[in-house]
């Protein structure tokens, strides 16, 4: 599976120091308004994929946020 940007704390750096976290706040800022997935939305695909049938076999699956650019 291929997701778009997903809203996590993957990667916060957890023994930085005060200037670290900062600029790292500043990073997750910087994503405000723009169209981003949440862990749930992903949760909710694999969760989908793994309830589909015996017979059907789902090769490759792109999940993006409505009017997330390409």
């Known amino acids: 599976m291929s997701p778009g940007r997903v809203e996590t704390d993957f990667g916060s ?3 930085a120091d005060a ?3 900062e600029k790292f706040r500043d990073l997750r800022n910087s994503f405000k308004g723009l169209h981003i997935l949440t862990a749930k939305d992903v949760a909710d695909t694999v969760l989908f994929v793994l309830s589909t049938p015996p017979n059907v076999q789902i090769q490759e699956l792109i999940v993006r946020a409505v009017g997330e650019p390409y």
């Open 13 to 15: 750096p957890p023994n």
């Open 19 to 21: 200037e670290t976290l």
